[in-house]
């Protein structure tokens, strides 16, 4: 494995999809909770909208289809079911490996479009909580992914100056939010 510690300062990790494979699970609470609202998800479009805020992606639905929800209520249901299903969680091999390696050698952050609060029970179910000194949740920016507001944060949370970070992701809006912080990202597609 390459020492990444040579070449850059700090490493910003996206966490689902990307640190954990939560993504199969995300869809199965996104289905069963939309279904109760009578809104369509399919699985092309939730993985599109990969890194956007639940309430964000429940209005723009919404409005596409002609409902009336209450998206943040709609989004806290998802949230619990989909907590309800996280002990089957696993993290995705090959990029907890490369967090586990530099871990002691530079400080590492967490960039995410999940709660902050549903970023940190991931982490600790995966028993990888205390690697990161930051975790940045959707709540903790004012603009979500592909904006850079998340990847700036963490970059600022643990004191590394965001052009000697090195970002890793799993989906266009995340690489494209790594890249406008100024970032070298890598799309974890790559690695498997």
């Given at each position: 494995m390459?020492?990444?510690?040579h ?6 990790f ?5 640190l954990?494979d939560?993504m199969?699970t ?13 809104l369509?998800l399919?699985?092309e ?9 639940a309430n ?11 409902k ?5 209520a709609?989004?806290e ?7 309800e ?9 090959p990029?907890?490996a490369i967090?586990?390696f530099?871990?002691e050698h530079m400080?590492?952050?967490?960039a ?18 205390d690697w990161?000194?930051a ?7 004012e603009n979500?992914?592909?904006a ?7 970059a600022?949370?643990i004191?590394?100056?965001p052009?000697?970070c090195?970002a890793?992701?799993?989906t ?12 070298l990202?890598v ?6």
């Amino acid at each position: 494995m390459e020492n990444l510690h040579h070449d850059f300062d700090g490493l910003i990790f996206d966490m689902d999809g990307t640190l954990a494979d939560t993504m199969p699970t995300h869809f199965i609470a996104w289905s069963q909770s939309m279904a109760e609202h009578g809104l369509e998800l399919t699985e092309e479009r939730f993985y599109a909208l990969g890194g956007v805020p639940a309430n964000k992606i429940i209005a723009l639905l919404a409005k596409e289809q002609g409902k009336v929800v209450d998206a943040d209520a709609v989004a806290e249901a998802k949230e619990d079911l989909f907590l309800e299903l996280l002990k089957d969680v696993q993290p995705v091999l090959p990029v907890k490996a490369i967090a586990e390696f530099h871990r002691e050698h530079m400080p590492m952050a967490i960039a995410t479009g999940s709660p902050k609060w549903v970023a940190e029970k991931i982490l600790k179910a995966l028993g990888i909580r205390d690697w990161f000194g930051a975790v940045v949740g959707a709540e903790c920016v004012e603009n979500s992914k592909p904006a850079p507001d998340v990847y700036l944060k963490a970059a600022e949370l643990i004191g590394v100056d965001p052009k000697r970070c090195h970002a890793f992701e799993d989906t266009q809006l995340g690489v494209e939010a790594a890249k406008n912080a100024g970032m070298l990202v890598v799309d974890i597609h790559t690695l498997r």
